[in-house]
Nanobody
Framework: QVQLVESGGGLVQPGGSLRLSCAAS????????MGWYRQAPGKQRELVTI???????NYADSVKGRFTISRDNAENTVRLQMNSLKPEDTAVYYC???????????????WGQGTQVTVSS
C-alpha cells in the first residue's frame, strides 16, 4: 500500500558530498515524521536525522553541521544533503516514515529498501 523509494547513494571521497532522496507513494492520508537511519557493517541501525510534519528537526551528534535534512510535504519526499563526508559515514542509509493510511486511517512505520553510501579514497 505504501512504498518508500530511495536514490542517490554511491561512492565518494572523504570530504565530498552526496544527496539522498526518498519519495513516498501509495495510499497515504498523511505523513508525520520522516527521516534517515543508517547501518554500518557489524553495527546496529542508528538514527541519523528526523524531521516532523511541522518542521522540527533532530540530528545525531555525529552528523550535526555536516548533514541537512529537508522535506517537501506536497510531494511526500525527504532529502538528505551530506557534506564533508567521512569514512565513518559509510553505511546503508534507510529512509523511514510514519504514515497514516487512507484505509482506516491506520498509522504505521515504513522503510525504504536502503541505499549504500561508501566514503573512501
Amino acid at each position: 500500500q505504501v512504498q518508500l523509494v530511495e536514490s542517490g547513494g554511491g561512492l565518494v571521497q572523504p570530504g565530498g558530498s552526496l544527496r539522498l532522496s526518498c519519495a513516498a507513494s501509495g495510499s497515504i492520508f498523511s505523513i508525520n515524521a520522516m527521516g534517515w537511519y543508517r547501518q554500518a557493517p557489524g553495527k546496529q541501525r542508528e538514527l541519523v536525522t528526523i524531521i516532523t510534519s511541522s518542521g522540527t528537526i533532530n540530528y545525531a551528534d555525529s552528523v550535526k553541521g555536516r548533514f541537512t535534512i529537508s522535506r517537501d510535504n506536497a510531494e511526500n519526499t525527504v532529502r538528505l544533503q551530506m557534506n564533508s563526508l567521512k569514512p565513518e559515514d559509510t553505511a546503508v542509509y534507510y529512509c523511514h516514515a510514519v504514515i497514516k493510511l487512507l484505509s482506516g486511517y491506520r498509522t504505521g512505520n515504513y522503510w525504504g529498501q536502503g541505499t549504500q553510501v561508501t566514503v573512501s579514497s
